[in-house]
Every structure is written in structure tokens, then in C-alpha cells.
């Protein structure tokens, strides 16, 4: 980007007649072609960044399977690194499985005690099985810091 020459403020080359930081008329006289270079602001990540040492991709395989066998405790999202995520399934589906034990509890009152708790676990199971089973499907699965699921 050009510098104004009054102010030594970017500018954009646009801006051939005021500039709009310190108003100084002609800011690019003198100053044609001076351009910075754009990665000059841009912040990488250095080959020797702790983040990217410790950067370990996830698999979309173990992310299915997760969802599949152990969804119901949210630990797919976990692994991903959802932590606020992870705690909301958790807790809405605690809530789910103890809203469908009451009303298997009250409409079937004379059901086996084994029927009226197993149930609502299997329903929910069933239900994130077939979540997993779509999550091994997908292709542009995403982890928590943006990163492609492989």
C-alpha cells in the first residue's frame, strides 16, 4: 500500500487527491510506486510455533466411530475440540434421556424396570449411530481450529 507522504499513514492509490487520515492534498506525490508488501501484515506461523509442532490432524474415521458407539456422551465432539459443544450435548441429551424414562415410566407402568431405562438409552444410540454413520460420509468436516478432517 502507499504511504502518504504528509502523514506516512497507508493509503490506498485511490486516494490520489486527499488523504483521508490527515487530509493533506497530493499524499502520493514523490511516492508513485511505493507499495508494501502484503505478508508484511499478515502473522504466520513460524516452522518453529509450538501450535505447529503439536499439531496433530484428526481422522474422520475415528470421529464416525466416536459418533456411532459413544455420540450420546458427546465425545465426538470432544475429540474435535468442542469442549462447550461436548458440554451441551452432554447435557441435552441427559435431559432427553430422563424426559423419555418418565414417560416410558408413566405410560407403560407395569413394563419390566430393565424395559422402562433401556430403552430411551437405545432410542438416543440408535439415533447417533445413524449420525456416524452420515459423519463418515461427509467430506468437509471441520475440527475446532479450522482444519480438514482427513
Known amino acids: 500500500m502507499p504511504k502518504c507522504k504528509y502523514c506516512g499513514e497507508n493509503i490506498t492509490k485511490f486516494d490520489?487527491?486527499?488523504c483521508p487520515c490527515c487530509g493533506a492534498k497530493k499524499p502520493l506525490a514523490g511516492n508513485g510506486?511505493?507499495?508494501t508488501d502484503i505478508t508484511e501484515s499478515i502473522k504466520t506461523i513460524a516452522p518453529d510455533d509450538e501450535a505447529?509442532?503439536?499439531?496433530?490432524?484428526?481422522k474422520k474415521i475415528i470421529n464416525g466411530l466416536l459418533c456411532m458407539f459413544l455420540g450420546v456422551f458427546g465425545l465426538d465432539s470432544l475429540y474435535l475440540g468442542y469442549k462447550t459443544r461436548f458440554l451441551v450435548r452432554l447435557i441435552v441429551n441427559a435431559i432427553?434421556?430422563?424426559c423419555l424414562v418418565l414417560?416410558?415410566?408413566f405410560t407403560n407402568q407395569n413394563s419390566a424396570p430393565l424395559f422402562i431405562f433401556l430403552l430411551p438409552f437405545a432410542i438416543i444410540f440408535t439415533v447417533y449411530f445413524v449420525i456416524g454413520i452420515v459423519l463418515l460420509l461427509l467430506k468437509n468436516k471441520k475440527d475446532s481450529n479450522g482444519a480438514f478432517l482427513q
Open 52 to 58: 505447529r509442532i503439536n499439531f496433530k490432524p484428526k
Open 103 to 105: 414417560v416410558f415410566y
Open 33 to 35: 510506486c511505493e507499495t
Open 16 to 18: 490520489k487527491e486527499i
Open 96 to 98: 432427553l434421556y430422563i
